[in-house]
Structures are given as structure tokens and as C-alpha cells.
């Protein structure tokens, strides 16, 4: 008697676990077929946060808009670090300016590792641990001016041990993000909840994206162009830990053989008052701190700010309603880079 209890027990369990595996199946293609919504954008990484989900179309095995790394024969290869203004959601793959890039040279093969929300501190780590292991010969940092305020945010609340630790969350926050990259019935059931696992507004509520500056206000990217920052200040000191980024990136290339370019992405606000015509800010101000600290170091600087500034009409090569660039725009920044670049190689 005890071993036929034993064994209905078992069945139960058994019987029970696949009727719910079957229906989470039924309700998991449900959603798929009738929903409308779809797996989350992102997924969690221990390195450096978040990349792109991998399962979705034009994400590569990495995690980044582009296609699998090869090697040329002969030629070199580029890697290209950036953010959403270099990953251009908006515009088809090809149009990017990485991919335009690529087409210059038959013999040259560029790879994009870049993220929206990315800053330089993220650029830095998966440089370290992943981005040297490609054996490019040049990469390109392609920085925003929000950079400064997304890094240093960083340090300010947590200190400098996620540059070598990496970005830790709770498991169940691991759990919940794994679950929105590969389940679309999770991801109806976010929405009946009101939860966003896996999405840009998430990241924010774990990762800190601004600090306190002055009169209990927080720093917003408009401060950064300030003609006066008064030294000792907070964005003085992101300004510094910005420097410190920059330097361990070049430190890291110059140990590895790999020559570093950097530059600037152009702002829309740059190009708008305040910042257009006040006296009180300085459009360009960041595109001129990363020269000056790029000629104090020997690293070969492309300044793309003069090139919109003295272009006829920059806001053009502007979305018109976001502030990323439009085809028009990712055009204008492959040509520059290609002038530069293609005389270095």
C-alpha cells in the first residue's frame, strides 16, 4: 500500500507538471500569434549592463546591431564604440554610419559594439574585456556629450568597483529580465501588471543617470556646456572622471597595439538656445575637451562638431521630431570619419 501511495504521488506530480507545462506552451504561442507584443528589446549583462536581445533581427551573437565579426585576409579591422547615436534604430543597418564606413574599403572590416544608454565607462569595460580580443587595429570611440553625466552618476553612487566587478542586480531582477527576453506571454502579463523588465525605463530605476550639482538641482546635459564650472564642483569632477576613462581606454590601446581615434557626436541642443546663443554656455564645449585631451595625449582626434557647425544648415541632419541624426546625418558623419580615416590606413 505504501509504495502504490508513494507512486500516485509521483504521478500526480508528474501529470500536474505537464499540464502546466502545456499550458504555459498554448499560452506562450497565444501571445505570440494574438498579442501583438513581442520579447523585451534588451537583456541583462553582468559585464556591462545591458545589450541587445539576441534573438531579435540584425542583433548579432554579441549583442549589438550588426553582423557577425569576420577578418579580412588583408586590410584591417575597425571597432567602433558608441551609443544610440551611432546604432541608429531609426534608419535600416545599412545606412548607419558604421555600415557606410565598412563599404569605403573592401579590405576593411568595421564592427559596431554600441548600445543605446551606453556611456564611456561601458565603452571602457567591454573594451577591456571583450572589445581587444577582436584584434582590431583601430577603434573609434564615437562619445556623446552625456557621457559625462552617465558616467560619473555612476561613481558618484556607486564608486569605481563596477569598472572591475561589473553591474550586479538582485536575481530576482536577473530573473525577471531573462524571462522578458525570451517569453512574449511575460510580456502580456507585464503589461496587465504595469512591470517593464527588459525595457529602457527599467534600466533607469538600476542604474543611477545623473547626480547632484548645485541649489539641490540634478545635472542635466545642458549643464555641461556651461562656459564657467566652477573647480571642486560635481561636474567638474565628471569632466575629470570622463578624462580618467579616456586615459585607461588609450592606456589599454597603446599596451595592445590598436590606435585610438576619438570623436564627438554632434548635438541637436547644441544648435538651439540656450546653448545656441547665450553667453553663459559654449556650443562645442565637450567636442573641445576631448581635443585638447586628446592633443596633451598623441591621440588622433576627428572633430565632427566644426564639421556641423559649419555646414549651411545643421539641424537638417537631425530627426526632425528626436534629437538622434537622420539618414542624412549618419551620411554626413561617414563621410568625415572616411576623410580621416582611410588616410590613416
Not at 69 to 93: A, C, K, M, N, W
Not at 175 to 191: A, N, P, T
Not at 192 to 221: A, K, Y
Not at 295 to 310: A, Q
Amino acid at each position: 500500500m505504501g509504495y502504490k501511495k508513494k507512486y500516485s504521488k509521483l504521478l500526480f506530480f508528474f501529470t500536474g507538471s505537464l499540464y502546466l507545462l502545456l499550458a504555459l506552451l498554448t499560452a506562450e504561442t497565444a501571445s505570440r500569434l494574438f498579442s501583438g507584443r513581442d520579447t523585451s528589446v534588451l537583456s541583462y549583462d553582468t559585464l556591462t549592463g545591458w545589450r541587445f536581445n539576441t534573438s531579435k533581427r540584425e542583433i548579432n551573437s554579441h549583442g549589438f546591431r550588426d553582423f557577425e565579426p569576420g577578418f579580412p585576409e588583408e586590410g584591417q579591422r575597425i571597432l567602433i564604440l558608441g551609443d544610440s547615436y551611432t546604432v541608429g534604430l531609426h534608419i535600416p543597418l545599412k545606412d548607419a554610419f558604421p555600415k557606410r564606413i565598412s563599404a569605403y574599403g573592401e579590405e576593411t572590416e568595421v564592427i559596431t559594439a554600441a548600445v543605446p544608454g551606453w556611456a564611456t565607462d561601458q565603452h571602457y569595460i567591454y573594451l577591456k574585456n571583450e572589445g581587444v580580443k577582436h584584434q582590431p587595429g583601430y577603434v573609434i570611440i564615437c562619445l556623446s556629450p552625456n557621457d559625462i553625466r552617465e558616467s560619473y552618476s555612476k561613481k558618484f553612487h556607486w564608486g569605481e568597483n563596477y569598472l572591475e566587478n561589473g553591474f550586479r542586480v538582485s536575481l530576482f531582477d536577473r530573473m525577471m529580465w531573462y524571462f522578458s527576453k525570451k517569453s512574449v506571454f511575460f510580456q502580456v502579463i507585464q503589461g496587465v501588471v504595469g512591470t517593464e523588465f527588459g525595457e529602457f525605463s527599467h534600466i533607469s530605476s538600476l542604474v543611477p543617470f545623473t547626480f547632484p550639482i548645485e541649489m539641490g538641482r540634478i545635472c542635466r546635459d545642458i549643464h555641461l556646456f556651461r562656459e564657467k564650472i566652477p573647480s571642486g564642483s560635481n561636474i567638474s569632477s565628471a569632466y575629470g572622471y570622463f578624462d580618467s576613462l579616456l586615459y585607461r581606454a588609450h592606456t589599454l590601446c597603446r599596451e595592445q597595439g590598436i590606435k585610438l581615434i576619438l570623436t564627438v557626436m554632434p548635438t541637436k541642443m547644441e544648435f538651439f538656445p540656450p546653448i545656441s546663443n547665450d553667453a553663459g554656455y559654449i556650443p562645442g564645449k565637450v567636442s573641445r575637451h576631448v581635443a585638447e585631451f586628446s592633443e596633451r595625449n598623441g591621440i588622433l582626434f576627428i572633430d565632427l562638431f566644426d564639421v556641423f557647425f559649419n555646414y549651411e544648415d545643421p539641424i537638417s541632419l537631425f530627426l526632425e521630431d528626436g534629437y538622434h541624426l537622420n539618414e542624412k546625418g549618419h551620411i554626413f558623419v561617414a563621410e568625415a570619419l572616411k576623410e580621416v580615416l582611410f588616410n590613416e590606413l
